[in-house]
């Protein structure tokens, strides 16, 4: 079984301010995904990295995938309030089954 | 990116009756369809995964008999629940993919009376 350790599980943080997220798992995934994911509403896909050592930009946000495909990072400059819900990254492993981890809970207070 | 349909998107019933979830892919073709449990502020909790045409295969500690998962086509899946009971309350989401990424549905709130 494959396990995605994410953290951290909370964060409350002040507009403009800075986060990273991180994602560890002692298994290699051949893909991982990140999603952001409102009260009610279904997980929404960010992106997708692949290749080890892969950066990828989406405006403020930086994704990261670890050299040996086995952890991720995401990063978010100048927080805004906008910014404020739960993510999650999801590698893809064997049998093309995804692992989520736990999730991280962000709020960006005004 | 690709749009995946779940409908209803809520709904509330009496304990002991049946309630079916359809997840449909809407501008591709899902070779394989998810299914998805998710408990108040928690991650995903797989239940089943279903490729089109073959039997869904069942998570450890996921009733088969309960959840029954049918994918009748590369673009609809559908999660009945049956004899449902409170504790079966919960919000159900369906995912699907061609290759990757997959993609979510927006959710479906069930309310067991």
């Known amino acids: 079984t494959q396990l995605l350790e994410q953290s951290p599980q909370f964060l409350s943080i002040q507009e403009g301010e800075n986060l990273t997220v991180y994602c560890n798992s002692s298994s290699v995934f051949s893909s991982l995904q990140w999603y952001r994911q409102e009260p009610g509403e279904g997980p929404v896909l960010l992106v997708t990295?692949?290749?080890?050592?892969e950066v990828k930009k989406l405006k403020r946000l930086t994704f990261q995938f670890g050299d040996a495909r086995k952890d991720s990072s995401l990063h978010i400059t100048a927080a805004q309030p906008g910014d404020t819900g739960l993510y999650l990254c999801?590698?893809?492993?064997?049998?093309?089954?995804?692992?989520f981890g736990g999730g991280t809970r962000l709020m960006v207070k005004p | 990116g690709a749009v995946v349909s779940q409908h209803p998107s809520w709904v509330i019933c009496k304990s002991g009756t049946s309630v079916k979830i359809e997840c449909r892919s809407l501008?591709?073709?899902?070779?394989?369809m998810f299914w998805y449990r998710q408990f108040p502020k928690q991650s995903l909790m797989l239940m089943a995964t279903?490729?089109?045409?073959?039997?869904?295969?069942?998570e450890q500690g996921v009733e088969k008999d309960k959840f029954l998962i049918n994918h009748a086509s590369l673009t609809l899946s559908t999660l009945t629940v049956t004899s449902a009971h409170p504790e079966d309350s919960s919000f159900y989401i369906c995912?699907?993919?061609?290759?990757?990424?997959?993609?979510f549905g927006p959710g479906t709130r069930l309310l067991v009376l």
């Open positions: 501008d591709f073709q899902a070779t394989t």
């Open positions: 990295v692949v290749t080890g050592g």
């Open positions: 279903s490729n089109e045409g073959s039997k869904a295969t069942y």
């Open positions: 995912s699907a993919r061609e290759s990757i990424p997959q993609y």
């Open positions: 999801a590698g893809e492993g064997a049998g093309n089954m995804l692992t």
